[in-house]
């Protein structure tokens, strides 16, 4: 592509809406415009990197075995009440009435419209399994729409629905996802990490998120560099620690902590590290344990993980933490001087804490702390459970390793439903041995334009976007300085052009006439991952200059060998 | 693809509701599933479809010189009260409010949109012009949404949208838009015309709708066979006839009439053909022509056109017959009685009537007419206008031969905006002067998915739809008879499969375990256009079985030759 038969639209500072770099520069190098809150409009550029993700989707999806359709976005509400979400489903749900008054929906998602699909036109075991799949426009009303393209309202979603036969072929065809969601974020050149997940509100059990790893996500993720495992922090387990828990060294000392009232606090005061100081957190126990406060305990240093302690038996369900006066009562001190000692209570002791001793707690006692607390010698041994978030340094789960924690940008989702909506919508085959049967069924999500924001954070610079080769708009920018002034450059540029066009590459011929610094700044802002300068200086010498996007530094070609460098880098 | 891979859903018969041909055959062949009225799932099949039309549109597009975007479906209201149309346009626009209680409209067209991007984004005469197209699904919530995807309320369309620094350039990228549509619907393989249109609701001046010729096409069009002359019937002129007025011959005769009232009944009464007869017609004249009735007159056989009449000066905007009383008081007979013998007011003749001599017309008295009645001796010479209807075999306006007369259905329109909406919305650019200048705006519009419902209009027969090559889903059917018993043919047909893979060919390889008859209705019904049928005796002779879809009879083809036969019909 010709710039002259393109439209390029950069600009110099992003609005002040952009809070992340993505969004920034989405709109900088001209990718997306505004049209409303969460919606944008795909500017030639952005379309361009679009298709080239939808195209590695699709590629990969019927490699799998899945067969491609479209469905609606506008879907009756009768599906919607018949599967429960209508009532389910909040606000951000896009409901209407057309014109003789009956309820629409602007779907956010196909489960019922597929089902619906499915269950009027597979009757035998013989039709399955089948994967449907479609690339589509969805809506979902947002109430804070924001981050560009990465919590837009209107966005572009790859979404499929697998129907099963049996739980076994479900089991079968979800590892085939997740395999093929491998192929295609490796293909689409990102780091990333598959993730076990909760489920959310969608529904169903067992299911990874696929993140693509970046400084800026939403989502804290642990995961081991030396194994595949990889789970949200509220989900990752935290082990034991492999040594036993030592002998008692210290004894039992009152100490006055004047106005101390957090673990800083009292590690600063003491001159101790928050590894030696328990934290006591007290949360409601449930109506069979007679609503009696629990008191959890964690090292100094760690953080409760609610989760954790929601399936702890005879906490309060959801989890709160108990009032202040309710403490007072149970320990005859306020929050920030409890601790286990002397409490007639139930404790239940974090896997760390369980293997400390000589360490520091509350007193149950205002302003006063315990050294040398010890668990059986300073009060009875208690439950023990896994109680905290993971953090980086802990054992992997797995056993392969230690965790790290990164955080991620969640791209791609896949769930095992099960029977949720093919039994809400009595969605049945007949089985091997003639009898109704209702099916099982998976879904698998990809945010299609969603990965363009978050590829962009992963990969940028001062200067702007770094495209992955795979997605990038244009995979070459041929730059001429002075396209309309010198024959030589001109006759080069065009040549050059004609023979990457030839071997198929996505070059971009910046023939503007423009000065040579914005030349040079707009496509390095559009992020093309390969250039080359061609300039009369260079062109005497029967070179031109090829520099990578990451590179630090331009390298001469030859003239002769620019073409076939640069297709051999990409193609690779 | 492989059947067995792939997902057929054929119906022995089409549901009630399906009202033509390529609505019932769509369903049958399970192209499309039902969600809602008007609202279809596109299922793999379908799809296929789709993508090839979509795919040769883009690349036309995109030889033409427009570039890509793609637009939200939803759009905020200010722009359409900015453009007047929220106003204007009917409850087919489907208006909605978001969680924040702010307007949106699901967009069913994008002028507003694209106006907004350029007037913040084009400045200079030297970014003109451009022309931004999209593929996209769209909603318009038509009250009585039949014939499935011709007139559903989801539909999938090009818009395209283009931008001047001149009127005349507006005229350049036209008449490349008009060539453009032609390439396209040619690749396509569909028999079509270019018509001129009336501009209908979008407003603007000078258009041109495409219309895929089928009998059961909604719209009349006249064209010339001999030359690319085509208009709507309500638009093409009828010209004068080319012999003159021939001089009288009949003297005037009152005759008695009783209960004739109509046209033919007048023509069996008198024995006489229609063509001798002239029928009138009263319309109100306006108010500057004092309110007084017009006698409008037409040869007996021909149809008033009623924009023609419409635009006779003198004649009430819009148009209205006169009332009986009226009728009455101004010829003292009542209508189908009626003429201009001895009527004192206006007469308008069409101009066929202009060059006749010696015809019947009504007498100003009831059941009476008069027969022998010439112009200038029994009544006043009288204005002449074009107010009818054409006919086959007129002459054709362009003097190229005559005049036919076929249905259409319209695929396409293109449009000269000019400045509408661009002033609406204040869309300026500097021109070389330096000065702000409004610019000059066309439109053009592919009906994506409806062109499909059109090709099947146009293309089928008893068994099925008839794919034009480009727009089948498959393009050659690879039937064979016993796969699963047979090796020998199970050999035979995986080795041609492959051989057209190969070839980049989408065939269809039809390895379901079904009754051969079964198979091949299937096969036919979908509509591929090429078919090869594999079987045990023909394989004996070294033999397979070739048949077009439209030939009568199957073709006999050595084994070794069929995938080149093939590949030549289609690649040749």
């Known amino acids: 592509m010709r710039a002259s038969q393109f439209f390029l639209s950069t600009l110099k500072e992003a609005p002040s809406d952009a809070e992340v770099i993505s969004h920034k520069l989405m709109m900088r190098a001209g990718l997306i415009k505004r049209l409303a ?102 809506f979902r009303d947002e109430i804070r729409p924001r981050f560009g ?6 966005f572009v979603m790859k979404d499929g629905y697998s129907f099963h036969s049996s739980f076994e072929d479900l089991q079968r ?39 693509v790893i970046a400084e800026t996500g939403e989502d804290d993720i642990a995961y ?59 949360v409601d126990g449930d109506e069979a344990a007679g609503n009696k406060p629990v008191l959890l305990l964690l090292r100094g240093d760690h953080e409760l993980n609610e989760v954790k302690a929601q399936k702890v038996a005879g906490v309060k369900n959801p989890l709160t933490f108990a009032a202040p006066a309710d403490i007072l009562a149970a320990f005859g001190a306020n929050a920030g001087s409890l601790g286990p000692v002397g409490f007639a209570g139930r404790v239940v002791m974090d896997r760390t804490v369980a293997a400390m001793a000589d360490f520091v707690t509350g007193a149950n006692e205002d302003d006063h702390h315990y050294t040398g607390v010890n668990i059986g010698r300073d009060f009875p041994e208690a439950e023990v459970a896994d109680l905290r978030n993971v953090v980086a340094g802990d054992p992997s789960p797995d056993g392969k390793g230690t965790l790290e924690i990164c955080r991620g940008i969640e791209v791609g989702h896949i769930f095992q439903l099960r029977t949720k909506y093919a039994e809400a919508l009595n969605c049945k085959f007949l089985n091997e041995q003639g009898k109704e049967q209702i099916m099982e069924m998976g879904c698998y999500g990809i945010g299609v334009s969603r990965i363009l924001g978050a590829a962009i954070e992963q ?57 040579p610094g914005s030349l040079l700044a707009d496509n390095e802002l559009i992020g093309t991952p390969h250039r080359v300068v061609i300039g009369d200086r260079g062109l005497k010498e029967g070179v031109v200059e090829y520099q990578g996007r990451r590179d630090a530094e331009a390298t001469k070609l030859a003239v002769a060998d620019v073409a076939a460098t640069v297709i051999a880098k990409l193609k690779g």
């Open 37 to 138: 809150g969460g919606i944008y409009t795909w500017m030639p550029l952005g379309l361009r990197a679009l298709r080239k993700v939808e195209a590695i989707v699709r590629e990969e999806m019927n490699r799998a075995g899945a067969i491609e359709v479209l469905m609606p976005a506008v879907q009756p509400a009768e599906l919607w009440q018949e599967s429960g979400r209508w009532d389910f489903y909040g606000p951000e749900l896009l409901r209407f009435k057309d014109r003789h008054d009956r309820d629409f929906v602007v779907g956010p998602t196909h489960e019922e419209v597929i089902t619906d699909v499915v269950r009027r036109d597979l009757r035998s075991y013989r039709q399955l399994p089948k994967h449907f799949y479609q690339v589509q426009t969805k």
């Open 149 to 154: 393209v990465m919590r837009g309202r209107e």
């Open 173 to 211: 065809e979800y590892r085939n996802m997740y395999d093929t969601y491998h192929r295609i974020f490796n293909r689409l050149g990102l780091k990333f990490r598959a993730v076990a997940a909760d489920t959310g509100s969608i529904g169903g059990t067992g299911s990874h998120e696929f993140h």
């Open 459 to 515: 990969n940028n610079d001062a200067r702007g976007i770094i495209w992955p080769d795979a997605m990038a708009p244009f995979q070459v920018a041929i730059v001429p300085m002075g396209y309309a002034k010198s024959e030589a450059v001109r006759t080069a540029a065009d040549a050059l052009y004609a023979e990457l066009q030839a071997a198929g590459i996505d070059a971009f011929l910046d023939d503007r006439d423009e000065r």
């Open 224 to 282: 081991c560099p030396d194994s595949d495992y990889a789970a949200n922090v509220e989900l990752a387990e935290a082990l034991a620690p492999a040594a036993p828990r030592p002998a008692a060294s210290a004894a039992l000392t009152k100490v006055h902590t004047p106005g101390v009232k957090t673990i800083d606090e009292l590690a600063a005061f003491l001159k101790l590290p928050a590894t030696a100081t328990v934290k006591a957190i007290v």
